[in-house]
């Protein structure tokens, strides 16, 4: 089983991108679940999300606390939240940020952690050029898909039509790919 | 048309031919008047919706008012209506297992919800294309006013098609006589005892909910007393000749809880009209269309000294300053709706 | 066809295909989703013959079910929490009258304090309102116990509640299998009332009932309702679905048993797997109160823990006190075990905790709160003895 956990602000779809990734996992033939944390938060809180891909059905309902991935789609929440509460040595962690890894503060972690595994994308800006609007979560699945093999980018493009149309849709798929063929890309390099 | 009874061909001519003044009036006559123009109460073909043997006070004006509504209301629908009842005396008196007095479908689920019941037993009709089966939800004052008011307000916005009746004894008397929202100033009940300086019920309170109703701007709202059978029956015919949300609310005198003699109950209906305590009018989309004019205006004294539930304001000495903002009730009514005859 | 979808739109989906009539609507977190949804699919047409009302109040909303259902409309609603309670009186009315209404209730903390989060207090609080009550593991089981909850309903002429745990489920995407308009149209005839408003053949319905008959009106629905236990996996039988009142998971030979019902069940199988010896009951079917299968699936238990979402204060176990009527007689320790209230998570590592006190034989016939956090109570229950201000003086205590 692969457990994501997803962290931003209300408004910024994250809840989306949870679901978005269940439905991608489905489509590539798996067994998925997605959940929000539930809150009665507003736009602009703290909210988490949770995605679980298995080949068997999943019978676990319990929030994930030792996710194998962290996506954060607001760097703003580093020092607020704890980000990567349970998250293994050989787990993998996306932000959303301009900025590298250590420019965020974060060098201590990569001491512990695959380096390879962690890595920072300016998903606002790559969401902006793709669709118009600053709303990094199906750039960031993109990423995730890139780094993390959880779900194929094909099956994400498909989720992405399912659920949004038209324009919409066709400039977050872009974002998507675009996301995905720059940390490939990183990664072979 | 000359009515029948003027047609001299139709009169013994040993009997002397009186002119009767009364023909037109809607006091009296229905027998007078041409079988076209008599009550549905008149006719012994009526349905009789609520039929005897059910277990009223003697001189009820409730289920007066609900037979008279009703019967009216079954012609005009040619005898599709479905009814749905508030829990209350009309509630209680009609229906005790096994028995009934209903003739017609009849629905009651509990004390609040009646206008909701109604909007859905309207909404399962219409799912069902029975569009021509029309629905009237009743209640006493305590279920329309107060408790029931929430969901009355709802039925009204969202433009249910339902007449509902709200049969006004002004207090919850199927539980002993206690202060409703629609009690009158200075009438003593279970709950505001006729003792102290303002003794009653106090003034200044409580719900004009005809107003209420026409702020929802709701096709039809109109209000009637049993005493005005005539003006009551044209009501229920008009309203079921709408679609949408429509109110009724009829000023029904309860003798146990006024205190008043049974064979007074019409007539007190009258004097309150009379007094214009209770203005008696029409309203279409929250707009006053008509009044009934008031023929002959007496005081309200005349109106409430055969009620006990105000014999406190009648003592030695009277207690004129209380029956004077009584007074000034009526009179403010009198303007507002242009209640006097010109 | 599986589709990932969320919960409340595979019961919303489930619900339509089920041809509802008169569907009121009043919003309250976390139902929300499963009315919305309906309502747009009377809009769009997908589900048409249906007048979708969006009421002022969930007793509005249980009334105008009421009133479609006596009209003979099949009528459904959706609710939770605070709405649940708002609708009592009309609830108990349904059941009274005898009206097949369908009410999924998305479970959700009754306040104050006020707490949007799952457990079972709101349909634990009317397990004696008189409907049928029926809990979904998972949000496959809700979409099915909704096409059987009509069924069951319409059969028997009672309401039914269908108890879907608020957000774990209701909010959750997983592969669900909504079945097709074709497969429930040939399950769920349409609704036939037994007693109708009809102008034709007129009828008085919701007369007052005084000493001389009510008792017995009270054993008819009492008798109506247990016919339920009966009905039920006959109607889930011809529905093709496995469902029954309880489902017993490893049960058999296990020592400790774990008795719950809801989404928590799941993740209890996952932990049960880990000790082995431990088998997981959970009950689908909780009003009418299945006591002979419970009887017999935990009958040779030496320990039956009963992990509830909800809790009767001041006396313990909801559940567990049915639990323990079922097993009088034999030798089964019973405890209760309180979990999850207003939201929280109940964890794998505190189920492990949980189990392992249990074989060790410490739990015994306690009752107990999961995840207590007992330094917070003690420090509160200590200031409040410190801080005592109402009431007369007691001898020794406090000034």
């Given at each position: 089983?692969?457990q994501?956990?997803?962290h ?10 949870a679901?978005?990734?269940?439905v991608?996992?489905?489509?590539d ?6 959940f ?12 988490m999300a ?5 080949d ?9 606390a030792e ?41 201590e ?5 695959f ?14 050029r ?5 709303l ?7 990423g ?11 099956a994400l ?8 149309a ?5 400039g977050n798929?872009?974002?998507?790919r ?9 990664l072979?390099? | ?26 006091a ?8 076209t ?6 006719s012994?073909a ?7 043997g ?9 289920a007066?008012g ?18 749905v ?12 297992y096994?028995e009934?007095?209903w ?32 629905v ?5 004052d ?11 307000s ?8 339902v007449l ?8 919850y008397m199927?539980?002993?006589?206690q202060r409703s ?18 003794p ?8 004009d909910?005809?107003?209420?109703a ?6 039809y ?19 079921m ?5 429509r ?24 004097l309150a009209q009379?007094s ?7 309203a ?14 007496v005081?309200?004294e005349?109106?409430?000294r055969?009620q ?24 403010r009514?009198v ?8 | ?5 969320e919960g ?15 569907v ?13 949804a309906?309502?747009?699919m ?6 048409s ?5 969006t009421?002022e ?6 009334s ?16 939770a ?8 009186e ?13 009410l999924?209730?998305a479970?959700?903390?009754v ?15 009317l397990r ?7 809990y979904a593991?998972d949000n ?8 059987v909850?009509?069924a069951l ?5 009672v309401?039914v509640?269908?108890?879907v745990?608020g ?5 959750a995407?997983?592969?669900l299998d909504?079945?097709g308009q074709s497969?429930?149209?040939t ?14 053949d007129?009828?008085a319905?919701?007369?007052m009932?005084?000493p001389?008959a ?7 629905s009492?008798?109506?309702?247990t016919?339920?236990l ?17 489902d ?7 020592e400790?048993?774990?008795v ?6 799941g993740?209890?199988?996952d ?10 009951l959970?009950l689908?079917?909780?009003?009418p ?11 040779a ?18 559940v567990?006190?049915d639990?323990?009527?079922a ?7 019973v405890?209760?075990?309180?979990a999850?209230l ?11 905790r ?6 060790s ?6 009752l107990v ?5 007992d ?12 801080r005592?201000?109402s ?5 020794g205590?406090?000034?």
């Amino acid at each position: 089983m692969f457990q994501v956990r997803f962290h931003g602000r209300g408004g910024q779809g994250v809840v989306t991108s949870a679901e978005l990734l269940s439905v991608a996992a489905f489509l590539d033939g798996r067994e998925a679940q997605a959940f929000p944390s539930f809150g009665s938060e507003r736009m602009g809180a703290p909210v988490m999300a949770f995605c679980r891909v298995a080949d068997v059905p999943i019978r676990v309902r319990e929030p994930v606390a030792e996710p194998d991935a962290v996506v954060v789609a607001d760097a703003t929440l580093l020092h607020h939240v704890q980000l990567f509460a349970g998250l293994g040595e050989e787990g993998y962690a996306l932000i959303n940020s301009t900025r590298s890894w250590d420019e965020l503060g974060l060098a201590e972690m990569t001491r512990r952690h695959f380096l390879e595994r962690l890595t920072t994308i300016p998903a606002t800006d790559i969401a902006r050029r793709h669709t118009g609007r600053p709303l990094p979560n199906v750039c960031l699945l993109g990423g995730l898909a890139a780094l993390t093999r959880v779900v194929s980018i094909d099956a994400l493009d498909r989720a992405v039509r399912e659920r949004f149309a038209g324009a919409v849709a066709e400039g977050n798929v872009a974002a998507a790919r675009a996301a995905y063929d720059r940390i490939r890309s990183v990664l072979h390099a | 048309m000359t009515p029948a009874f003027l047609d001299p061909g139709s009169v013994e001519m040993t009997v002397q031919n009186v002119k009767f003044y009364q023909v037109g009036s809607r006091a009296v006559g229905n027998r007078l008047l041409d079988a076209t123009l008599r009550t549905e109460q008149a006719s012994p073909a009526r349905r009789n919706a609520l039929t005897s043997g059910h277990r009223a006070c003697q001189g009820c004006g409730e289920a007066l008012g609900a037979r008279d509504v009703l019967d009216a209301a079954v012609r005009a629908t040619e005898g599709k209506l479905v009814a749905v009842n508030a829990t209350g005396c009309l509630e209680v008196f009609s229906t005790p297992y096994p028995e009934s007095s209903w003739q017609l479908p009849w629905l009651h689920s509990l004390f609040a919800n009646a206008p909701s019941v109604a909007s859905g037993v309207a909404a399962a009709l219409k799912a069902q294309g029975h569009d021509e089966i029309r629905v009237l939800a009743q209640g006493g004052d305590g279920g329309t006013v107060d408790i029931g008011l929430a969901c009355l307000s709802g039925m009204f916005e969202r433009n249910d098609d339902v007449l509902y009746v709200c049969y006004d004894n002004e207090a919850y008397m199927n539980t002993g006589v206690q202060r409703s929202g629609s009690t009158p100033p200075f009438a003593r009940t279970a709950t505001t005892e006729a003792t102290g300086a303002e003794p009653g019920a106090p003034i200044g309170q409580g719900k004009d909910v005809p107003r209420i109703a026409m702020a929802h701007e709701i096709p039809y709202v109109a209000t009637a007393t049993v005493a005005e059978l005539h003006d009551l029956e044209a009501k229920v015919e008009r309203a079921m000749m709408m679609r949408g949300a429509r109110y009724l609310h009829v000023l029904v005198p309860c003798p146990l809880g006024w205190g008043s003699a049974p064979a007074d109950t019409v007539r007190l209906a009258r004097l309150a009209q009379r007094s214009g305590l209770f203005p008696v009018f029409e309203a279409s989309h929250g707009e006053v269309t008509e009044v009934l004019p008031i023929r002959g205006r007496v005081p309200i004294e005349e109106y409430l000294r055969p009620q006990r539930r105000y014999a406190h304001l009648f003592a030695d000495p009277p207690r004129t300053e209380l029956l004077a903002r009584i007074q000034a009730i009526a009179d403010r009514n009198v303007a507002r709706y242009g209640l006097d005859e010109v | 066809m599986r589709r990932q979808l969320e919960g409340s739109r595979a019961i919303a989906e489930a619900v339509a295909r089920c041809r509802p009539q008169v569907v009121p609507a009043y919003p309250i977190t976390p139902q929300t989703h499963i009315v919305e949804a309906i309502g747009a699919m009377v809009r769009d047409g997908s589900l048409s013959g249906c007048e979708f009302m969006t009421v002022e109040s969930e007793f509005a909303a249980m009334s105008a079910a009421i009133g479609a259902s006596a009209a003979g409309a099949r009528a459904y609603t959706a609710t939770a929490s605070q709405g649940l309670l708002y609708m009592t009186e009309a609830l108990f009315n349904a059941s009274g009258l005898g009206l097949p209404i369908v009410l999924t209730v998305a479970n959700r903390a009754v306040g104050a304090p006020i707490n949007i989060w799952n457990d079972h207090s709101d349909s634990m609080s009317l397990r004696d309102c008189g409907w049928v009550q029926l809990y979904a593991a998972d949000n496959q089981a809700a979409v099915d116990l909704h096409v059987v909850a009509f069924a069951l309903a319409e059969e028997l002429s009672v309401p039914v509640m269908v108890c879907v745990d608020g957000f774990v489920l209701t909010h959750a995407f997983e592969p669900l299998d909504v079945p097709g308009q074709s497969a429930v149209d040939t399950f769920l005839p349409p609704y036939a009332p037994r007693q109708v408003l009809d102008v034709d053949d007129p009828v008085a319905i919701g007369a007052m009932v005084g000493p001389e008959a009510f008792t017995e009106v009270r054993y008819l629905s009492h008798y109506q309702l247990t016919q339920a236990l009966t009905v039920f996996p006959q109607v889930c039988d011809g529905w093709g679905r496995p469902l029954s009142t309880v489902d017993a998971y490893r049960v058999d030979g296990a020592e400790t048993v774990i008795v719950t019902l809801g989404s928590v069940s799941g993740t209890i199988k996952d932990v049960a797997d880990e000790f082995g010896n431990v088998g997981v009951l959970t009950l689908t079917m909780f009003r009418p109160f299945p006591y002979a299968e419970v009887r017999k699936a935990l009958g040779a238990a030496k320990r039956v823990v009963v992990v509830e979402r909800a809790f009767a204060p001041g006396a313990g176990g909801i559940v567990s006190a049915d639990v323990r009527t079922a097993l009088a007689g034999t030798f089964a320790e019973v405890s209760t075990v309180v979990a999850g209230l207003g939201g929280r998570a109940v964890t794998k590592p505190a189920l492990r905790r949980l189990v392992a006190d249990a074989m060790s034989g410490w739990l015994g016939e306690r009752l107990v709160f999961l995840d207590l956090r007992d330094e917070l109570i003690e420090q509160q229950i200590e200031r409040m003895r410190q801080r005592r201000a109402s009431g007369p003086p007691r001898p020794g205590g406090a000034a």
